[in-house]
């Protein structure tokens, strides 16, 4: 368990550079702040003693994916972004929709009894989740597994057919 | 929390990046001298007794000279590059065991039972100083080297980690001081020459070993960007690649995190492949202090041995062109690292 | 025009780069326990170890004025080796003998012979030109300074450089 304090630190830290990914006019800067979110995601899940998913957040978010995200936005033409004027009806309208959601999902919430009382605390967690992933993924859910492994292999050779297609 | 942890802890990180930073001045000194010697030459032997003060005059060369930043960069990124690029390479230590114990306290920082994939995820964000400096450079020759280095990076991270899923399926489990403990109990995974040497399991099992540590280590190159895998600077076709445009320390940053991420790549490769800090014969930490610290000097002398390695390969072979790189990457040794897997399960079935 | 290199066609046992990359390292870690051991010697540790006593007879250094072993200095500033200078590093202010000297018979010498060692290219034109075997090319080769002054070489410095001469013709001692 992690202390409140780190709690907030890593929390604001995930909203924050959440915030500025869709504030900032750079993709670069976008892309960057991304990762810092992600990073402040991956901590939340440490703190949770959940080592696996957090390290895999950042192996798989942001050492792979946003790497090749950053790959392709560096070759934009990154000017004609940061020109680009901003439109104050659409983004007042976007902040109005975003926070009447949230004021709707604060209300159900309240109905909730849960929301009243403060969580038991956690159960002394599992040695090893790893493992306990690793036994869960292949015993309980092999077919599942498989079947997502299948589809993300179909992906992949869609691809490679798509972009040869291109460059003939 | 309670403050006898938090103390050695901080005396442990405070130490282990301390040497560690000494180790890589000196990875730098020898790389010229080896570099010479190979070459027929002497190399630095002016500067104190046999030129071992050469770090020092270097680094103070490289902090007095001019700070200067070309006009036409994206300041805050073409700042921030060298700094990503050497973070990375100095965290990922902080998870291998570089020794038994001393005085009872055991000689790894941060034991987390993910330890390898914690070390892949700092690793894979080594790149973004790459990349950021290649981009921010505003200039040709960096950013074809960014470009190649992500895209290196990226083919070779996969081989990487198909490369060591052998040895945790042997294992078990991904803490890597339990790796170095399961090579004490049963031998180095590259050579299981103790224990019981007559099991011919053992034996069988030594081969795809084998392989894994000729595709890691390889991989391994490829990914700290050192010769035959250097396409990111190669200095004779992008004029230094992706650090062209940077000078004095910004550029030493670079140059220093590069000896940094070779000396984790060779302290990852001594606890997954040579038995970390174990050498037959010597016991552990339990037994005395004086044996910690020998368990401490063998591992070091362990990834000394691989740094010679490594700079033993970067003086032999010439550099690879960008599309025999990417092939031997994604049709060679991802097949072979992939085909290793079903090797090493087979032989777990039918032999343990 | 273009050429097209065949490429060789290898065989699987060359395919597989194993052998050669093996012979490579192998190569490699000859020449470092080599060195290690001292068994090659190539580099000479330049200003602890010095290859003067084998420069050949004919090496051309620094040009220097010489005397004779009657203690002249031999150049009669004839200003031919100044005329002569490909680039010029040569300059000559010529002097009177005063008529009481021993050798007023030669008439002129240099007040002052300066040598720009920055422009000097060591052609030996000038020992070639002149006619008194006055001025030579000796062995010497590390000509530092730190500023461009330091690196012209007047007349003292030339005859120190240069010393006496043996062996040289005394035609002066003949007249009158």
Known sequence: ?168 | MNYVFIGTSLAKIIGLLGFVLGLMNYAVYAERRVSALMQDRLGPNRVGFAGLAQPFADAGKFLLKEQFTPAQVNKFYYFLAPCLAMIPAIITISVVPFGSTLFGVPMVIADINVGILFVFAIASLGVYGIVLAGWSSNSKYPFLGGVRSSSQMISYELSLALAVIPIFMLVGNLRLTNVVQYQIDNGWLIAPFFGDWTNPGKWLLAIPMLISFVVFLIAILAETNRLPFDLPEAEQELAGGYHTEYASMKFGMFFLGEYIAMITGSAIIVTLFFGGWHFPGIPDGSHGWIFGLINIAVFFTKVCALIFLFMWVRWTLPRFRWDQLMRLGWLFFFEIALVNIFIVAIILMFVH | MAITVPRPNLNWRERLYLPAIAAGLAITIKHFTNMIFGRTKVTMEYPEEKWDSNLPDHYRGAPALVRDTDGRVRCVACQLCEFICPPRAIKIVPGEISPTDRFAKVEKFPDAFDIDMIRCIYCGMCEEVCPEQAIYLRKDYAITGFTREDMVHHKDKLLEIGGVMHGVVLKWNQRK
């Open chain 1, 1 to 168: 368990m992690m202390s409140p304090f780190l709690f907030w630190i890593f929390a604001i830290l995930m909203l924050v550079f959440g915030a500025a990914v869709i504030i900032n006019r750079n993709p670069v800067a976008s892309a960057l702040s991304l990762v810092v979110s992600f990073f402040g995601l991956a901590a939340l899940f440490l703190s949770l003693d959940a080592y696996f998913i957090g390290v895999i957040q950042v192996l798989v978010y942001a050492g792979a994916i946003m790497v090749l995200f950053l790959f392709i936005i560096m070759l934009l033409d990154l000017r004609a972004e940061e020109l680009r004027k901003i439109n104050w009806i659409a983004s007042a309208g976007g902040i109005a929709v975003a926070l009447a959601l949230m004021f709707q999902i604060f209300s159900v919430v309240e109905k909730f009894p849960a929301a009243k009382q403060s969580f038991p605390p956690l159960a002394k967690p599992a040695p090893d989740d790893v493992r306990q992933i690793g036994l869960l993924l292949f015993n309980n859910y092999t077919l599942p597994f498989q079947i997502i492994g299948i589809v993300i292999l179909v992906a992949t050779v869609g691809v490679i057919i798509l972009s040869r297609r291109e460059t003939r």
